[in-house]
Structure formats: structure tokens, C-alpha cells
């Protein structure tokens, strides 16, 4: 079929494919605690939200799912995070050892790999790349779990490796029913968990380009990775001061803790928002100026190319220069030290109004279905969007109608970015007329 060959409609194809089988295998009664079959609503929600590494759940993971059920949780977040393309690129390669010319389009459009070239390096690196962090994140709340809490080894080694996949690749599905709650004031376990969620929120080309730099082969990092690490910091920073300051009192919250937890959580629910979706204390009763500073960090995301959601925090850096140039006056945007081209102009717009789009329509549609009030709905509708995971606690209680206008934006949201900007990339041409020019009003 012709409309297959699109590169971004295959990495959707694909994705749908995935959360397909795995709705089906979740419907099944080994699938959960009470050997009952799930219905095909609840099912379809959670194959959705791990494939889309976002972490919304309407039943309680640990109750509800059996150890099997788990496990294909792990596997289709695992799925989610490498990517359809870059996986199914893998299996090409470990069984045919070659890569056909549309396989490797396609995932060159998911990884955002800069040639066709370097694609099968570039799969190498995302899968050993993500193993050997998960591996190390595993290992560090292995020994915790085992050691301080006296889990049986075995118990802890799947604690371990299940958040460890999770963290990394930016799910948040926990196997504990308050998510991290019991484990705010622990630096072992929140902190490798938070170092887990920045490495795969960054994305991957970043990742390379700062392995490429500790080895000495690259001393100039590009435009890309200076603009994603340095938004990425001032947007952790400030998170991380803004959360701390509001909830510093709120004995529901950080109230509860001492200077020390106090910092913890607030840095951990300051960085959590970048679409990692776990929690260390009760959203639900976090300050409604909390809340809207937490839809602003889901909202914005991570990097590009990684395991994180959002408009990406690239898309939101840019329009700001963007934004400073028009203050200036200038007719350029320049970025450091280099053009910025207009293409990338309307990209980066167009990105975030179809995102801010989608959620106000998503907002308008809960608002009539449901009772639940602005604030609740509209940070629901974000973190689904951002492929987030975070909620005030409405998630269970939605219609049917409701969970499922949640799975078409967790969907959205986890490939829109990438089918989005590839098709506006591939559809770019040149006119070879042009029509007169009038200036309306802004403003």
C-alpha cells in the first residue's frame, strides 16, 4: 500500500500494532491477580499508556495485575522507550545481518538520525546504551531493596529491574500502590530513579554526543545538545525551587518532612514532571499553584529523540529565541552562535499549537463528561499528552468515554511529535511563484 511507505505513518502503524497485542494479552485471566479477564476498556488503557511510556493506570498495578501481567508491562514499556522502528530495525539486523532501504527511513524518522548511514550505528548505541543505564539503575535499588528493606533477593532483583525500565524510559509505573510515597525521604532509591528518568528524558543523540565527548572524539557539541542541556537545567532548577517553595508548609506534602526530605521531595517532584510520572507525595494534594507549575514541566517535556514527552524542551527553548528576536527587532534568529532557519520557525509553532490544541479539546470534552473541576481535568489531559503518568487521582474514576479520549492523546503524544515533524519536513517544497504581499493587524 502506498500510504505505508511514509516513514511517520509506519512508526505510527507501528506503535498501534504493539499496544493491539498488547491489549489482548492483558485481557487474558492469567493477566491478573484474581485469574478474571480484564475488560477490554481497562485493558486498552494500560497497553496504551506502557507502550507510550506515560504511567497512567485506572486499576491499581499491584493489586490488579498478576507477576504475568506485570511482565508484559515491562515488555511493552521496554518496547516503548527503544521505539517500533528501532526494535523491529534490530531484529532485521540480528536475522538478516542487512537493512532494507524503507526500514531504515523509518527508523532514521523515529530516532532522528541525521543520515541513513549511520542508523544501524545509531540502534547499536540506543539499545546498549539503554540496557547497560538500566542495568546500573537496577543494580543500585537491587542492593537497597535488599539490604535495607529485606527483600528476599529475588524479590528484590524484580523490584529493581521493573522500576529501573521504568524510570529510564520515562513510565513511572510503579509496583507499589502509592507509586514512591513510602520511599519520599530515601536518597538511595529516589535518587538513582531520578538519575534514570534524566539519562533517557535527555534523548538520545544528546546521550551520544556526551559519551563521544568523555571519550575525546567530539570537543564542539552541537547546537542540538547545548540547547537541550542548558534548557533542560534551568527548567530543573526552577521546577525543583518552585515546588519546594509552594509545598514547603503543606503538611499534606513536604510539610510533613524535615529540612532534609523537604529538599528531597521537592527536587524529586520538581524533576518528575519531565514526563516520568512518578510521585513521592500525594498529588492530589499538592497546591493549585503547584499543579499549574507542574502542567507547565509536563507540558514542555524532555529532549528529542528519547524516552520523554512533551513539545520537547528544544521546540520550547526555540520559540523563545524566536520570541526574543522579534523583541529585538532583528530580522534573523540567531542562536548560539549560529542561524537559526525559518523552516524551523514554523516546526517548532506548529508543534506546540497542535499540542495546546489537542489539550484544550481534550479539557472541553472531560469537562462535559465528567464532574471534576478545571484544575483536576486539565492536568489529567497534560500528563496524558506528555505521556507523563501523573494524576490527581480522577484516572479510575472516568467513564469509559473519558479513558479513552485519555488513550488517543497518550497515543498523540508519544507519536505525534515524531510523525509530525517528520511529515512537515518531508513536505517542505519551494513555490515558483509567490503572491503579493498585504500586512494584517497584530495585536
Known amino acids: 500500500m502506498p500510504g505505508t511507505r511514509h516513514p511517520a505513518r509506519v512508526v505510527a502503524m507501528g506503535f498501534g500494532l504493539v499496544v493491539l497485542v498488547g491489549t489482548v494479552l492483558l485481557m487474558l485471566p492469567a493477566a491478573t491477580e484474581t485469574g478474571e479477564a480484564t475488560s477490554w476498556s481497562t485493558a486498552l488503557f494500560t497497553a496504551t499508556s506502557a507502550v507510550c511510556v506515560t504511567g497512567l493506570y485506572v486499576v491499581d498495578t499491584p493489586a490488579h495485575w498478576s507477576t504475568f501481567g506485570e511482565v508484559v508491562l515491562l515488555g511493552l514499556i521496554q518496547i516503548g522507550g527503544f521505539g517500533i522502528m528501532t ?259 514554523r516546526q517548532a509553532l506548529t508543534v506546540v499549537l497542535v499540542g495546546v490544541g489537542l489539550v484544550f479539546a481534550a479539557c472541553l470534552a472531560l469537562l462535559v463528561l465528567t464532574p471534576f473541576s478545571l484544575d483536576a481535568v486539565l492536568f489529567e489531559s497534560v500528563s496524558a499528552f506528555s505521556t507523563v503518568g501523573l494524576s490527581t487521582g480522577i484516572t479510575g474514576q472516568l467513564p469509559t468515554a473519558g479513558q479513552l479520549i485519555l488513550v488517543v492523546l497518550m497515543f498523540t503524544g508519544r507519536v505525534g511529535p515524531i510523525t509530525l515533524a517528520s511529515a512537515l519536513a518531508l513536505r517542505e517544497r519551494t513555490r515558483r511563484y509567490d503572491l503579493p504581499e498585504e500586512r494584517p493587524i497584530v495585536g
Open 87 to 345: 526494535l523491529a530495525s534490530l531484529l532485521g539486523l540480528l536475522v538478516t545481518r542487512r537493512l532494507g532501504l524503507r526500514l531504515q527511513r523509518s527508523a532514521q524518522t523515529e530516532t532522528k538520525s541525521f543520515g541513513l548511514g549511520e542508523v544501524r550505528r545509531v540502534i547499536s548505541g540506543v539499545v546498549v546504551l539503554s540496557l547497560a543505564v538500566e542495568a546500573l539503575t537496577a543494580l543500585v535499588l537491587f542492593a537497597r531493596f535488599a539490604g535495607h528493606y529485606g527483600e528476599s533477593l529475588g524479590n528484590a532483583a524484580y523490584l529493581g529491574v521493573f522500576h529501573a525500565v521504568s524510570a529510564f524510559n520515562n513510565a513511572g509505573f510503579a509496583l507499589f500502590s502509592d507509586s514512591l510515597v513510602r520511599y519520599a525521604t530515601d536518597a538511595w532509591v529516589c535518587l538513582p530513579i531520578v538519575a534514570a528518568l534524566v539519562l533517557g528524558g535527555l534523548g538520545f543523540p544528546v546521550l551520544f554526543e556526551i559519551v563521544r565527548h568523555l571519550r575525546g572524539r567530539q570537543r564542539r557539541w552541537s547546537l542540538h545538545t547545548r540547547i537541550t542541556l542548558g534548557a533542560y537545567a534551568v527548567l530543573a532548577v526552577l521546577g525543583t525551587v518552585a515546588v519546594t517553595a509552594i509545598e514547603w508548609d503543606n503538611p499534606d506534602t513536604l510539610g510533613q518532612f524535615g529540612v532534609g526530605g523537604k529538599m528531597l521531595t521537592g527536587f524529586f517532584q520538581g524533576m518528575s514532571p519531565r514526563t516520568a510520572g512518578f510521585n513521592s507525595v500525594d498529588t492530589g494534594e499538592l497546591q493549585p499553584a503547584t499543579l499549574l507549575i507542574t502542567d507547565v514541566l509536563m507540558f514542555i517535556g524532555g529532549g528529542s529523540a528519547g524516552t520523554a514527552g512533551g513539545i520537547k524542551v528544544t521546540t520550547f527553548a526555540l520559540l523563545a529565541f524566536v520570541m526574543l528576536a522579534e523583541v529585538r527587532g532583528e530580522p534573523n534568529v540567531h542562536v548560539l552562535g549560529r542561524k537559526l532557519p525559518r523552516e524551523v520557525h
